[in-house]
Structure formats: structure tokens, C-alpha cells
């Protein structure tokens, strides 16, 4: 299960398991009280892989965390780094178009991004406005405008000039 929502102006997310076994699990919380940040993410014992995990403020890698608990696959940098947003040299910074199609990029409508994708392609968007219209996508608390966006320039966006 998950979601993404915005509550009174904050932007909340919960994805994958976030009450899973404590005895097989690790959580590792970061909370700035300055920024109005707090994120819990939990993690198998080894720290090689995310479970689930939850965010309030800043919820801007939410499609990538949701995309990586669902496909269970080993981190590439140490759980600290995931948690902070800080990408080791070894590993590139993924967006929306390294995300499968079934990724929910719009919580408020239940949108995905093969879902975008298709709109995009059959009412010929130009703009995300239009995507918004169409899609409604992005139109709801306004949280997925960024992954919006970047689905839009990656389908439609690069073939007008």
C-alpha cells in the first residue's frame, strides 16, 4: 500500500511496509524540526534493501522509493545516503522515465505513468496543461507536478520544436 497526499499545505507520503517485522527490520529516521522534515524508512536488517517507509515535508522521492521497494532491489549506496537524497558516484540519479509504467505518479486521481503516457500520446498534448486537463493529473494537491512534468517532456515534449 501507498500514497501521497497533501494535508493542510504538507506534503505526506507512506509507501511499501511501514509495520513490518521489527526483528527482521531496521528503521532509520531523519526529523529537521527547522525545515518541518521527518522521514522513516525502513530497511532489511543488512541495510541492502528498502521496505517501506514514510515522509512528511518532502516527499519529492517518493515515485523513485515506491519504484525501489516494489521491485526489491539491492541499494546501490548505503541506507544514510538514501534517506538524505545524497547519490554516490556510483549510482545515477533515476526520474520518471526509469520508472515502470505501473508507477502511481498522481495519488489524488490514481494516476500512473503509463496511464500519463497514453493520454500524452492520444490527445497529442503539448503542454501540461493539457495533460492536466486531460489526465487530471497534478490537478488535485499539486504534489506529482514535477513527476508530471518530467513523464510529459520524456513522451510528447521532445518531438515539438
Do not use: W
Request: charged share 25%; net charge positive; hydrophobic share 30%.
Amino acid at each position: 500500500m501507498s500514497t501521497k497526499l497533501k494535508l493542510l499545505g504538507v506534503h505526506v507520503s507512506s509507501f511499501g511496509d511501514y509495520f513490518p517485522d521489527e526483528a527482521k527490520t531496521h528503521a532509520l529516521v531523519y526529523h529537521d524540526p527547522f525545515s518541518g522534515i521527518y522521514k522513516k524508512y525502513i530497511f532489511t536488517k543488512d541495510g541492502k534493501r528498502l521496505l517501506g517507509g514514510m515522509m512528511v515535508g518532502d516527499t519529492n522521492d517518493y515515485a523513485k522509493l515506491l519504484a525501489l521497494v516494489r521491485s526489491g532491489q539491492t541499494l546501490n549506496s548505503p541506507p544514510s545516503e538514501l534517506i538524505l537524497g545524497v547519490q554516490s558516484s556510483k549510482e545515477e540519479v533515476q526520474g520518471a522515465d526509469a520508472l515502470p509504467d505501473e508507477t502511481q505518479i498522481c495519488s489524488c486521481n490514481n494516476i500512473s505513468k503509463g496511464q500519463l503516457r497514453k493520454v500524452i500520446r492520444n490527445r497529442k498534448c503539448e503542454n501540461v496543461n493539457q495533460v492536466k486537463c486531460f489526465s487530471k493529473a497534478g490537478s488535485g494537491c499539486g504534489g506529482c507536478l514535477p513527476q508530471v512534468q518530467e513523464v510529459s517532456k520524456g513522451e510528447s515534449f521532445n518531438r515539438i520544436t
